[in-house]
């Protein structure tokens, strides 16, 4: 199902794009990274064009970066707080999805807490483009771009060297650690498939309990000693651990978790030199990531989040170019 | 009633052989099974040339949702797709709303299937409200002729009152049937558990889920000597738990949906509801064990577990949907795909659609009590009830959900080509169906 260009398509999962696909999205979003630069930060790339921002769960940096990327892009910009009121009243996905596509919209920025429920709308509209915000656990594909994008960023500066136009050669042979709740996040399953295609390589560490029940088939290796994985990985991808979808009772409590599990300070010592680390947010200082560990400059979580407005401005407008036309649904 | 009508031309299945036979229907009877027979000159005439001639199907396994859930089916409409599906009797289960649980709704929808062209049997709960607290007034059911007793849509969780359950019903002499799933395994999963669901971000219901009370219920059958039907199995494992239990003696049946014959979880990989069921589709292995198992005889009968939902129940988040599948328009033909298509044994389709789960659900013989019915499942020869259903072989339909009889639009097979169609349903007498078209 991998296409080579997000250009006119949905961007539903990770899984729909391949290499050149992901560099084609990282390369639009260096070039509307200058924009941020500029004293007008606005381009009039998506001028009458309609994003409805579609959130069925709780989030407030996602749909921000999403919204500010729309506008910047000057997209007229529908905000619906669904998770409040129609679907309470007890109407279905579909009936709400088509009743807001009738109302004349370009894309859906979708957010759900289940699993599916923007390729189930991808089915449902007749010509908006869908682009997943994040579904249950099962994928976040803007956030594992932002994490792309972010450290190819900081490795090409580490090397002293630009990141635009470099590539995803600096990701082969990347040894790169996904720490933590791996069962119910959508975060690593878009990362895992992100970094491996690539070119790195990646391991999982958690709790026997929080990580997926089967693994066959995933380009990952499980690593049950957290600290001697800590030593050998270029980058530790830390994850939140999702309260909201029970993963404490996954644990005996968040304090073992973060004794087994989280990076703190010691641990963080004993990362290789030139190593970083990622955080998809919001972090929970104190259970997956020491405070001190969450700011040190090892630590991207603030350029993920300011990366996250022009990688979602790429997706935005590649999604709504209209290479492949609007009309195969 | 008062109908003759003589099937000419067709391929008669007997119980244990094939015969070039037409079959003469006079005021509800078998009057005559022979070649060229002779019929009156009002009889009406169905033509069954290129068919097999055989008992009318039954179905120990269909939701009719009446009462409560009559937007996705009623008790007629779903007598009626019963009806083109070939089956002359039905058995519905009792998650309704309210459950089937009392004599009071136990005659309620029996009166209703009364009023259908076919025979509408209803399995009782076994605990009040289908709650899994205490036990349901099996009695005073069963004095109404109930003889199959389920919580059907879940298992009973505690295995204390299961085993009180089987008790009872051993007591009355009457059938406990089972949902074969570990609610605290399944969890809140909505497809079978493995690599794939977790890909997907799915939680799944894992096969052990189903194995488990497998195990646990034909344990508890095995102390306590109760007669015991597993509903609806979909693992191979779970296959083999019956096949070993068997040979200790324990008095177990068991049925599989055609869906699980036919369709694997791969199909969940786009998130189409359709796909969700419980238990839910499983891998290929599976469906290779279980097709061996209903053509070596480990497992019984074929059994739709006939599933109607509107659409605002399919129509959201996989997790969330409705669990469920349309089933009784199709199974014969797919029922046959599963034994071999067009290498199927004729008399085995008819002992799975038919004669066993006739016997299980004990339709064989007539009776007169309210829940009272015609014999079903016989070997179609004078003097029987005449409940018999034609198949023609060679028809290939391709499956329109606009086209069913059902209420519901929620099957799985969609634009699928059927190996072969049913023609002809006679029930109690009656021609249901002509020519695969609904007469009430």
Known sequence: MSVASLSGQHLLSIEDLDAEGIEEILEVAEAFGEVEKRSVRKVPTLKGKVVASLFFEESTRTRLSFETAAKRLSADVLSLAVASSSVKKGESLRDTVETIEAMGIDAVVLRHSSAGAPEQVARWVERARVINAGDGSHQHPTQALIDLFTLRQALASAQGRSSEGSGLSIFDGLEILIIGDIRHSRVARSQIQAYTTAGATVSVAAPGTLLPTDLEGWPVKVVDDVDEAVRHADVVSLLRMQEERGSGSFVPSLHEFTMTHGMSEARAANLKPGALMTHPGPMVRGIEIASRVADDPRCLVRQQVANGVPVRMAVLFLALSSSSGGEDG | ?440
């Open chain 2, 1 to 440: 009633m008062a109908e003759s009508l003589v099937l000419r031309g067709g391929t008669v299945v007997h119980t244990d052989r094939l015969a070039r036979e037409d079959v003469l229907v006079v005021d509800g009877k078998i009057t005559g099974v022979g070649i060229d027979i002779e019929a009156p000159s009002d009889a009406r005439v169905l033509d069954a040339s290129d068919c097999l001639v055989g008992p009318g199907f039954v179905d120990l396994h269909t939701h009719l949702r009446e009462p409560g859930g009559e937007e996705a089916e009623t008790v007629a409409t779903g007598a009626r797709a019963a009806s083109l599906g070939g089956y002359s009797a039905i058995v519905a289960m009792p998650n309704t709303t309210p459950a089937i649980d009392c004599a009071a709704v136990v005659a309620q929808v029996l009166t209703l299937g009364r009023l259908t062209g076919i025979d509408v049997q209803v399995a009782g709960a076994l605990t009040r409200g289908r709650e899994g607290h205490s036990l349901a007034p099996m009695a005073e059911m069963a004095a109404l002729g109930v003889t199959m007793f389920t919580d059907d849509g879940m298992g009973v969780q505690d295995s204390g009152l299961m085993r009180r359950a089987m008790e009872y019903a051993r007591g009355l002499g009457v059938v406990v049937a089972d949902h074969c799933e570990d609610e605290a395994l399944a969890g809140t999963g909505s497809m079978n558990e493995g690599s794939l669901s977790a890909r997907l971000g799915l939680e799944g219901r894992s096969a052990l889920a189903e194995e488990v009370m497998v195990a646990r219920d034909l344990a508890l059958a095995e102390l306590v000597g109760c007669q015991l039907h597993l509903l609806h199995l979909s693992t191979g494992r779970s296959v083999e738990l019956v096949v070993d239990a068997r040979k200790r003696g324990v008095d177990v049946s068991a049925e599989v949906a055609p869906h699980h014959l036919i369709l694997t979880q791969d199909l969940c990989s786009t998130y189409d509801t359709l796909f969700k069921v419980h238990p839910p589709l499983r891998t290929q292995r599976d469906v290779d064990a279980l097709r061996l198992a209903l053509a070596d005889g480990s497992l019984d009968a074929v059994a739709t577990d006939h599933a109607p939902h509107p659409p605002q129940s399919k129509d959201r988040p996989f997790a969330d949907a409705a669990p469920g599948m349309l089933g009784l328009e199709q199974a014969f033909a797919l029922t046959r795909e599963a034994l071999g298509g067009a290498s199927a044994d004729p008399i085995r389709i008819f002992e799975v659609l038919s004669r066993r789960p006739a016997a299980i659900a004990r339709l064989r013989t007539h009776d007169a009590r309210l829940g009272g019915h015609s014999a079903h499942g016989g070997d179609v020869e004078v003097g029987d009830d005449a409940n018999l259903c034609v198949v023609d072989l060679d028809a290939r339909p391709i499956v329109d959900p606009e086209r069913l009889a059902s209420r519901a639009r929620n099957t799985p097979y969609a634009g699928r080509v059927m190996q072969g169609a049913v023609r002809h349903t006679i029930a109690r007498g009656d021609a249901v169906v002509i020519d695969g078209e609904a007469q009430r």
